[in-house]
């Protein structure tokens, strides 16, 4: 993550190069309006595990076991308690809500010693898929933010068949690997200096070694106005010391640079998401102060084509579902709607 102004013109010299559920079987009645509640939970209704795909998955889960699903995806550095006030509130509507650790988060684990602990797109979005169909999902309302925003998109734009709706923090962030290899103004290129620093052994050590006030200087970086507390931010800290957790952040960074292959289990989902595929399912875009000038969200526009709404938050930095539960449950139930 990076500065808000940094950030902006970042997404804007990507952009100008190329690109930067419904229910589960039991029907249930159309949820209601989000009711309004104080923010300050600290813990979700209950936490579980599956085995998905390559992954032992941990996951936290509310709301009625035959409400419409909804999955929110919380990205890097940060833990499925960014979610820890949006998940009661869409319960409260009507929802089944179901929050999962990414790979490399908390208590999802491989399956096994061999796999390749891979961080590209195409992984993640994969993992979703897997989650759904060990939970027996078809289809269901996604959200996300960061690495989750990514994420959702890529499931969104590969199989749409599977989302109902989506709401997207940052618009469209696919990744598309020939556009980042253009290189963006001296002051832009800046602000991606964690990458860089990522991309060297001295990076992956120091990161390896300092995690928790890594990530703990991206928050205050990524929302330089959210006073949160030490009490808040350890309890996403948590999750940072899975065993795989460093070798994941690292792949997928690197991999964002060319510095690092992909699978070729993901070869063919990789392929549709460089061609950059539009995101046609009902959607509503979510803009923050993170966002700078592509605040707007001109930039990504023309990449959805179904149903569409844009939002901007004023005075709130990138971790927006816990920085405004409210905004952020609201833009899902209404997503849902469109």
């Known amino acids: 993550m990076i500065s808000r102004r940094l950030f902006a013109q970042g997404v804007a010299g990507v952009m100008a190069a190329g690109t930067l559920a419904a229910c589960s079987s039991e029907k249930a009645a159309a949820p209601a309006a989000a009711p309004t509640t104080s923010p300050g939970h600290t813990k979700f209704a209950a936490l579980k595990q599956i085995n998905a795909g390559p992954l032992n998955i941990g996951y936290a ?16 550095p940060y833990s499925i308690h960014s979610y820890v006030d949006v998940a ?8 089944r809500v179901i929050v999962p650790f990414l790979r490399g988060y908390g208590s999802t684990t491989f399956l096994s010693a061999d796999t390749v602990r891979n961080g590209q797109q195409a992984a993640t979005a994969s993992d979703l898929i897997a989650l759904m169909d060990a939970l027996h999902v078809d289809k269901a309302v996604l959200g996300g933010y960061d690495w989750g925003s990514r994420t959702a998109g890529c499931v969104a734009a590969v199989w749409p068949e599977r989302v109902k709706a989506a709401a997207l923090v940052s618009g469209y962030l696919v990744t598309n690997l020939k556009a980042q290899q253009q290189p963006l103004t001296p002051v832009a290129e800046r ?5 860089y620093y990522f991309s060297t052994d001295r990076g992956v050590a120091g990161y390896r070694q300092n995690v928790h006030d890594f990530n703990k200087l991206i928050w205050q970086t990524a929302s330089p106005d959210w006073k949160f507390s030490d009490a808040t931010y350890d309890q996403s800290a948590e999750a940072f010391a899975n065993a ?7 792949h997928n960074y690197r991999w964002r640079l060319g510095l690092a292959q992909g699978e070729a289990q993901y070869d063919a989902v990789e392929q549709k998401l460089q061609a950059a595929p539009p995101i046609t399912v009902p959607t509503i875009t979510i803009a923050s102060d993170f966002d700078g000038a592509a605040m707007d969200g001109k930039a990504y526009r023309s990449k959805f084509t179904g149903k569409y ?8 930095g990138h971790n927006v579902p816990q920085e405004d539960p409210q905004s952020f449950a609201k833009a899902v139930i209404d997503a849902d709607k469109l």
Do not use: T
Request: aromatic share 14%; no cysteine.
């Open 191 to 195: 602000g991606w200096w964690y990458q």
């Open 244 to 250: 795989d957790h460093v070798a994941v952040v690292i």
């Open 61 to 76: 889960e509310d709301g009625p076991a035959n409400g419409p699903v909804v999955f929110l995806l919380h990205g890097w």
């Open 309 to 316: 709404d844009h939002r901007i938050l004023k005075g709130i």
């Open 88 to 95: 009661p509130i869409l319960a409260a509507a009507g929802y």
